[in-house]
């Protein structure tokens, strides 16, 4: 645990009882904070108080008395509408912050040169944040993760000179930072998200920026340049002064990391400096991935790690859970839970690494649904569909993919395993699914993938992945 120890003995609101506001509570009360905790559900302000955390409703509270409100990065803060703790916080002049900005403080007070590396991005935040932090132990450096991906910031070891923190900060973390400093500020790509939350596409653009305006002096800004959103924000950041390292997929860079082929590069005024493959490495399957290798691979290599180094970690990188995740062959049918994707965008990425798909896809429907992944329809043999959006997917997909509505993941599981059994099998149907076979050795990738929230049916998109693993893990061998 980081006590925080520069709000001793002041008073401090917090409001949000759930994993990481119990942790935050824990931490405040280590560095001596007084602290008076709420939540709107009286089950979490009674699981606090059984905890030992002191507990009382801020409604009634004298809010001239609080140091800052410390709010879980969950709870609205300007869209659709301010949190009425929020209100009140404002009306009474009190700072609101969160717990990233409790640990950039506290580091700035007990160890301000200790290696932060913060990420952030629409997708592959979290595979990139693992990535990171497995290069770094592999690398031999002792390496700290958590934040909006693992264990809350402020649960993890504190901040040493020997040590480095890698977090991965979401948008609504980077909102209550306002001091976010990290030494390494990775910044991967912007699309549509949060839009709700944020208001517009130009706010949350500009609340992601943030993080990048915030790299401390001497430090590096890692930027995807693949899309005109980040693309700008490199600019500008390089403008101010900020050493910037370019990262792409899609283009290759004078000076940055980029992909040629299935090699990755780095590359320094023009001269490759250094290259390893990519290919074989099945945690690391896709364009997206490899646009995280390459923020990694920069990331790494401004903490300090050589590139032979880093080469070698990559390779030895197990992936994550529900991302991407390989979790099962069964003859040439490779199953894949990619249950993270939890929007078209993060969709694509999957699509885009398999040729013969036959995909699982629904869930509680985000704007936009899947209609800008038409262009990747002719990759899929057959889709299923689960969940509240099983109609309006059915309605896009129309003529140009076969599907059905299975309502529910174990029949959609059933159904994708049976048809891609018989269709691999069926040697009057092979024609296009051989020359696929030859690049991914395997006949068919059954993928859940569902380019929507879980919520409908499942309390988060883990669990989701987890029940797909589990109905996979239960299908009988061929």
């Known amino acids: 645990m980081i006590p925080v120890s520069f709000l001793k003995d002041r008073a401090v609101a917090l409001f949000g009882l759930g994993g990481s506001g119990l942790v935050t509570a824990r931490a405040l009360l280590a560095g001596g904070a007084a602290v008076t905790a709420w939540d709107d559900s009286p089950v979490s302000v009674e699981k606090g108080a059984a905890e030992g955390i002191p507990t009382g409703d801020l409604r009634a509270a004298d809010w001239s008395r609080f140091a800052a409100l410390v709010l879980a990065p969950g709870v609205p803060l300007t869209h659709p509408e301010p949190h009425w703790t929020v209100k009140m916080a404002l009306q009474a002049g009190v700072q609101i912050i969160g717990d990233i900005e409790l640990f950039c403080r506290e580091r700035r007070r007990v160890s301000p040169r200790s290696p932060l590396a913060a990420i952030t991005g629409t997708n592959g935040k979290s595979t990139t944040t693992a990535l990171l932090a497995h290069l770094m132990s592999a690398g031999g450096r002792d390496a700290e993760i958590g934040g909006n991906f693992g264990p809350a910031i402020l649960g993890l070891s504190p901040p040493a000179p020997g040590r480095v923190h890698v977090i991965e900060c979401s948008s609504y973390q980077i909102d209550l930072a306002p001091s976010l400093d990290p030494s390494v500020g990775i910044l991967l790509n912007l699309s549509p998200d949060h839009i709700d939350r944020h208001g517009s596409m130009e706010h ?122 390989q979790v099962r062959t069964l003859g040439k049918v490779l199953f894949v839970n990619d249950s993270k994707a939890t929007n078209a965008d993060a969709a694509e990425r999957a699509l885009t690494s398999f040729e013969d798909i036959f995909w699982i896809a629904g869930g509680k429907p985000k704007e936009g649904g899947i209609a800008p992944l038409k262009p990747f329809f002719p990759r899929v043999r057959k889709a299923y569909l689960i969940g509240v959006a099983a109609e309006a997917f059915a309605a896009t997909l129309g ?59 499942y309390r988060n998109f883990e669990v989701r992945g987890d029940a797909f693993r589990a109905l996979v893990k239960a299908l009988p061998e061929v």
């Open 204 to 325: 949350y653009a500009q609340v992601k920026e943030r993080l990048i305006a915030g790299v401390e002096a001497g430090g590096t800004a890692v930027v995807g340049v693949d899309d005109d959103w980040s693309r700008a924000i490199a600019d500008r950041a390089e403008a101010r002064g900020t050493r910037v390292v370019r990262i792409s997929v899609q283009q290759k860079l004078a000076d940055g990391v980029f992909l040629d082929g299935t090699d990755l590069v780095e590359s320094v005024r023009g001269e490759r400096k250094f290259s390893f493959p990519l290919k074989g490495i099945g945690s690391l399957r896709g364009a997206h991935n490899a646009q995280n290798a390459a923020a990694a691979y920069a990331s790494a290599r401004a903490l300090g790690l050589a590139p032979e180094a880093i080469a070698a970690g990559m390779a030895s990188f197990p992936g994550l859970a529900h991302r991407m995740e």
């Open 399 to 457: 003529d140009d993919v076969p599907h059905e509505i299975c309502g529910t993941l174990d029949v959609a599981v059933a159904r994708a395993a049976e048809d891609a059994a018989k269709m691999t099998a069926d040697a009057a149907a092979t024609s296009r699914l051989q020359a696929a076979a030859t690049r991914l050795q395997t006949a068919a990738v059954v993928l859940l993938s569902p380019a929507c929230a879980s919520f409908d049916q």
